[in-house]
């Protein structure tokens, strides 16, 4: 097949659906099949290139004139490609390829993923032929809003053996202090990072070598900033920013928290089951299906700091239940592999090529 997908940039700055289109990509391209990434650009370019995936550079930013030019771009890019199908990541992406799809020669088939569901644009998504949701939660919440089952098909996420990562085992564990709790997430409030500190807090004087570990960038992290630098254990709360390679951190904590109020299927629970963390999680969209419903991990309610505390003490407080959980988290990691992504993929694609 010749496959495009669409996505409005490809940087490495640890952006889930970025991350899953290069993925799907390169392991497409290695199966041989032809494929082109259109996108504003970034660091995965080169990463794209060494599978052999062909990158058209074209920026999608939402104003008027922009919007006209990305149109021309964008069909001049498909009768150049020629593509069977074109697979779109986000909203701008699945409009252009939808409206512009009948115009010249070319007719492929659209297929789009819905990584954010909890977003109102979501909505666009539904203007492809196949409409790939990334959880069964996010499914269920798709039809809700009125996308017909019979478009749906649920390939939920998993990233190990990604072609962006070496293998675990290659990674070095970084020299944390311990016992470490860490998060690896997005500066964004529906991620719970203020919850995560409100429940280090307190925990923190009971357990006086323990540290947090703040993983990951974005606009309100001078907000959780100033959150920390108020409370009396500031100095053991870490905001380590982004960084690209976080397994060194999985490997190295001995607790891994996702707290977040809306999470569609996050990438990083597969990356800490890997590593073995025990992990605490919020009962949250795709999270349990990540977690096992509970087999893999311990799920507690959002946005309420006292019950993750209680989660922590309890991992904390007893070693042989930490070592429990930490088994449990890297039991059936098969289905979490990029390839079992892969394949459903092309399943979606087969079907209506």
């Not at 082109?36 to 290139?49: C, D, F, K, P, Q």
């Amino acid at each position: 097949m010749r496959i495009i997908h669409i996505l409005n940039e490809v940087q490495e700055i640890g952006n889930g659906i970025v991350n899953v289109a290069v993925d799907l990509a390169c392991l497409q391209a290695k199966d041989g099949h032809k494929v082109a990434v259109i996108s504003g650009g970034g660091s995965y370019e080169t990463l794209l290139a060494n599978y052999g995936v062909k990158h058209y550079q074209l920026d999608q930013t939402r104003k008027p004139i922009n919007l006209i030019k990305a149109a021309i771009g964008y069909q001049a890019i498909v009768k150049e490609f020629q593509p069977d199908i074109v697979h779109a990541h986000m909203m701008t992406g699945v409009i252009l390829a939808a409206f512009l799809r009948n115009k010249g020669k070319s007719k492929y088939s659209l297929v789009s993923t819905v990584h954010n569901e909890f977003q109102r644009s979501s909505i666009f998504m539904g203007l492809a032929d196949r409409v790939i949701a990334v959880s069964k939660a996010v499914a269920d919440a798709m039809t809700r809003r009125g996308i017909s089952q019979e478009k749906l098909w649920v390939v939920c996420n998993g990233t190990l053996g990604s072609p962006r990562n070496r293998p675990l085992k290659e990674y070095e564990p970084l020299p944390l202090q311990h016992p470490a709790i860490a998060t690896v997430a997005g500066m964004y409030h529906r991620k719970g990072i203020a919850e995560l500190i409100a429940a280090f807090e307190q925990v923190a004087s009971d357990f006086p070598q323990a540290h947090l570990y703040i993983v990951g960038n974005g606009p309100d992290r001078h907000e959780f900033e100033e959150q920390a630098s108020k409370t009396a254990v500031s100095s053991r709360i870490h905001f380590e920013g982004f960084q690209p390679e976080p397994q060194r951190y999985l490997l190295a904590c001995d607790i891994f928290v996702l707290a977040s109020h809306r999470d569609p299927c996050p990438l990083v629970i597969s990356e800490a089951r890997e590593a073995s963390c025990a992990i605490v999680a919020t009962e949250v969209d795709g999270i349990p299906e990540a977690l096992d419903y509970g087999e893999a991990g311990i799920l507690v309610p959002a946005k309420n700091p006292n019950t993750l505390a209680a989660a922590l003490v309890k991992l904390l407080r007893n070693p042989d239940t930490l070592h429990q959980w930490k088994v449990k988290a890297n039991q059936n990691l098969e289905r979490l592999n990029v390839y079992r992504v892969h394949q459903e993929t092309l399943a979606v694609y087969q079907g209506i090529v």
